[in-house]
């Protein structure tokens, strides 16, 4: 079942996923060569329990960690650890938290030094796609209208879109109806109404679209070993077209 929020929920949602952007340009800021995926968790989970937030990440569904840090060919998922960054890595850090019973989600990637120019375009493909999806989450149109507006664009630039990982409704729970893939037909799915609150979270790979669980059955990784990133919005539809929540 959908659920439709009010306009104070919606604002009370500004709050905690900016409060998630926030703390992703400080992660950002932390990105270079030598750091620990672990460093980068241990400095969100403090930023998230100074702001008197929770993780959401954190124990849900057995998941260890407070963030989502994947590295290189890891699409989602990863698990922050003694993994040091090197220069020439990208990584996708995906966090999440939940402020005054209202979750907040988003996602970016990041070059890690100096990255080849696949990878800075694959990171720039990625970020565009995001923002051709957004641009249809407008009432009237459907779920499928996002879906299908990021896999051509996507396709078009030779690179392909996850099926495996879709986005999601949010709001007092981090995943709540309707599902978003990120590929699909036109005019298909549920209507887009004001009140809807998704994530949109395209997972795009320079090779092809498959995917493989690692043994810790969390980390999802392509299975031609292919570059991949991520971004990933909170959106709220509204009357006057789509509201990104997840930004300063």
């Known amino acids: 079942m959908i659920k439709l929020k009010t306009r104070e929920e919606i604002e009370m949602m500004r709050i905690s996923n900016r409060l998630v952007a926030e703390l992703l340009g400080e992660l950002r800021s932390l990105v270079k060569p030598g750091i620990s995926t672990g460093e980068l968790d241990a400095i969100a989970e403090e930023f998230i329990l100074k702001k008197g937030a929770v993780p959401t990440f954190k124990g849900y569904a057995g998941f260890p960690a407070c963030i989502c840090t994947s590295v290189n060919d890891q699409v989602v998922h990863g698990i922050p650890g003694k993994r040091v960054l090197k220069n020439g890595d990208i990584i996708s850090i995906d966090a999440g938290l939940r402020f005054n019973g209202y979750c907040g989600d988003a996602t ?7 990255v080849s120019e696949e990878a800075a375009r694959l990171i720039d493909v990625t970020a565009k796609a995001l923002e051709i999806g957004i641009a ?9 209208d996002i879906s299908h507006a990021i896999q051509v664009y996507v396709e078009n630039q030779g690179c392909s879109v996850v099926r495996d990982f879709v986005g999601h409704g949010i709001g007092k729970d981090m995943h709540e109806d309707p599902p978003v893939p990120h590929f ?19 997972m795009v790979n320079l090779g092809r679209y498959r ?3 690692l043994e810790d059955g969390w980390t999802a990784v392509t299975a031609d070993g292919s570059l991949s990133a991520q971004f990933e919005h909170t959106v709220a539809i509204t009357e006057n077209g789509p509201d990104i929540l997840s930004r300063l």
């Open 108 to 114: 970016i990637t990041v070059p890690v030094g100096s």
């Open 136 to 144: 249809q989450a407008v009432p009237g149109n459907r779920v499928g």
């Open 211 to 213: 995917l493989k669980i």
């Open 184 to 202: 699909g037909s036109p005019h298909t799915g549920p209507v887009l109404c004001e009140g809807m609150v998704i994530t949109i979270e395209p």
